[in-house]
């Protein structure tokens, strides 16, 4: 018999907040401690339509995140202390390849992939931030 622990495969949601990009909002849950981070959208089977993660670092850095037990297609922007988006990118379900941002950032945020392309949000946009995040 194998018993795996509830803790490894709970799907936890986090509190939501809004957030705006380009006059789309976005209900995010907001990781912002490093079990957070870990965890992800790990094990999660949907992800509902203008729904994300927003991940939250204490300082910029190059950011690397993977797809490890992560069913969903997802895209990834990395976004600057500022609120600019630096990157967009795809990632594969259940991939195990790094995609890391190739400039410093503070923030990263996944949703379901395209959503960014469908509504015409770009490289260079300004996020406004959830209302926990602003300075």
């Not at 957070?36 to 339509?49: D, Q, S, W, Y």
């Not at 500022?82 to 949703?111: C, F, K, Q, T, W």
Request: aromatic residues 8%; charged residues 30%.
């Amino acid at each position: 018999m194998l018993l795996i622990p509830l803790s490894t495969c709970r799907v936890e949601v986090l509190p939501r907040e809004d957030m705006f990009i380009s006059g789309h909002r976005l209900s995010v849950e907001i990781a912002d401690e490093q079990e957070e981070h870990t965890r992800g959208l790990m094990f999660r089977k949907r992800l509902a339509e203008n729904r994300g993660m927003l991940f939250v670092y204490e300082k910029d850095s190059k950011l690397t995140f993977w797809m490890k037990d992560t069913v969903l297609p997802l895209s990834i922007a990395f976004i600057a202390s500022d609120g600019v988006i630096r990157e967009i990118r795809d990632m594969e379900p259940l991939s195990l390849n790094s995609v890391r941002s190739s400039r410093n950032v503070r923030y990263a945020l996944e949703v379901n992939q395209g959503w960014f392309r469908d509504r015409g949000i770009n490289v260079g946009d300004r996020v406004q931030l959830p209302a926990s995040q602003r300075d």
